[in-house]
């Protein structure tokens, strides 16, 4: 499959054309920033053949319209492609031989990007994740209180969790930062690519890039193993051994932030066991209900009034409890829900009561909040009688 080349000169959906009179291309940045300006709030630039620029704000995705740019064609998107890509090399033969290739891109004065370009049916699209300017602060960016103790904690690990665009590396680099300005510590970081951009505060920052300054995570958790850091901050945990050295870490005193594609604390612990082979299951299982010290989940809800999304979050802490139930597994009546239901004075909620909560307030939406439930059998149950009493003042409304 080949790489992006600069497109042929030919007249397409952004202007390209040659001859007298025939419109010049709207640049790549331009059109970047075009998008940008239009809404503040945009998380997301989509670059697709037969469909005019996309973005996403508050999880809508809406088409532009742009002056001098219509429906992209294929010779669109595979310039685009090759302005983000720029002279990376690695990145154009990754794109090349596996069909898709992410990279970091920046737009001076405006922002920069996660970018992921890929091959679909025979053509180039490009997905662009906006990467706020500025760190998030803890205490601005509205987070739980006690997600602040896992800033305090001396080692072990812990995860956030949920799905693409949840708000995951918001969260952590959120946390990092509070130890990066309260700590006098030695960060290390390793992504895919570098988002946020910590600059040295009272702690020391390095971050290294996964494909440009390592070739893998496990190779550069293996070496910051030796570079004498405090805090190790890994962008995923996708395989085996990169799990198995942040276990290691752990162990050797070091405090580890990860992430992982998964939608609850269950499912998490599900995941990093399923990695293993069963001879090593009951192994990883004592590993890991020693060294986790938090595992957060987190899910990005409309809000009622249309305002903009609400992060609810589900906090599993490790206590006695929860380090069984990680380490023999979890049967009838013994679940790591139940624990965070019952551990609401350790610090600890779960997604279904914060949803709740969220719905009696009028925050967000009975059917929506149901929709994110995990069980919203019992969530429905739970709201029996808020349901009966918005019934009871419509039938009011009525009357009147």
């Given at each position: 499959?080949?790489?992006?080349q ?8 952004t ?17 970047i920033?075009?998008?940008l300006?239009a809404n ?15 973005a996403?704000a508050n ?17 669109d998107?595979s ?14 033969q990754?794109l ?8 970091s ?8 990007f996660r ?6 049916r ?14 998030p ?13 896992a ?5 072990g ?9 949840s708000?995951?590396?918001?969260t952590?680099a ?24 910590h ?8 971050q290294r890039e996964l ?9 550069a958790?293996?070496?910051?193993l ?20 942040a276990?290691e ?5 070091h ?5 992982l594609h ?19 299951q009951?192994?990883?299982r004592?590993?890991l209900a020693?060294?986790?010290r ?21 906090i599993l802490?490790?206590?006695l ?10 049967t009838e ?21 914060e ?5 009696r ?14 069980n919203a059998?019992n969530l ?8 009966e009493?918005m ?10």
């Amino acid at each position: 499959m080949d790489a992006p080349q600069p497109a042929a000169p030919t007249r397409t959906g952004t202007g390209t054309g040659t001859g007298t009179g025939a419109p010049k291309r709207v640049p790549t940045p331009s059109l970047i920033a075009t998008i940008l300006s239009a809404n503040p709030k945009t998380s997301d630039i989509i670059f697709s053949p037969g469909r005019p620029p996309q973005a996403k704000a508050n999880g809508q995705l809406m088409p532009y319209k742009i002056q001098g740019v219509g429906v992209l064609m294929p010779a669109d998107t595979s310039q685009i492609a090759a302005d983000l890509i720029g002279g990376n090399a690695l990145a154009l033969q990754k794109l090349k031989d596996e069909g898709s290739c992410d990279i970091s891109y920046s737009l001076a004065k405006v922002s920069r990007f996660r970018v992921n370009v890929f091959m679909q049916r025979g053509s180039c699209a490009i997905v662009m994740r906006v990467i706020p300017s500025s760190v998030p602060d803890f205490s601005a960016f509205n987070l739980p209180p006690q997600l602040a103790h896992a800033a305090e904690l001396r080692n072990g690990i812990v995860l956030v969790t949920g799905p693409t665009g949840s708000g995951k590396s918001s969260t952590l680099a959120a946390i990092l930062n509070k130890i990066n300005e309260e700590k006098a510590h030695h960060i290390i970081t390793i992504e895919d690519p570098i988002e946020f951009l910590h600059m040295h505060k009272k702690g020391t920052v390095h971050q290294r890039e996964l494909h440009s300054d390592t070739p893998s995570f496990a190779l550069a958790l293996r070496a910051a193993l030796r570079q004498a850091p405090e805090v190790i901050l890994v962008g995923e945990m996708r395989d085996k051994e990169t799990i198995e050295v942040a276990l290691e870490a752990a162990d050797t005193g070091h405090l580890v932030f990860s992430t992982l594609h998964t939608t609850d604390a269950s499912k998490t612990v599900e995941r990093i066991i399923g990695v293993f082979p069963l001879s090593d299951q009951s192994a990883i299982r004592n590993r890991l209900a020693k060294a986790f010290r938090y595992i957060i989940s987190q899910r990005l809800i409309p809000r009622k009034d249309g305002s903009g999304r609400l992060a609810v979050f589900e906090i599993l802490k490790s206590t006695l409890r929860t380090r069984e139930y990680v380490e023999r597994g979890e049967t009838e009546g013994k679940t790591l829900l139940d624990a965070m239901r019952d551990g609401s004075t350790e610090g600890m909620q779960c997604f279904d009561a914060e949803i709740e909560k969220a719905i009696r307030a009028g925050t967000i939406g009975f059917e929506v909040g149901l929709s994110y439930a995990t069980n919203a059998g019992n969530l429905k149950l739970q709201l029996a009688d808020y349901t009966e009493s918005m019934k009871e003042e419509t039938e009011v409304e009525i009357e009147r």
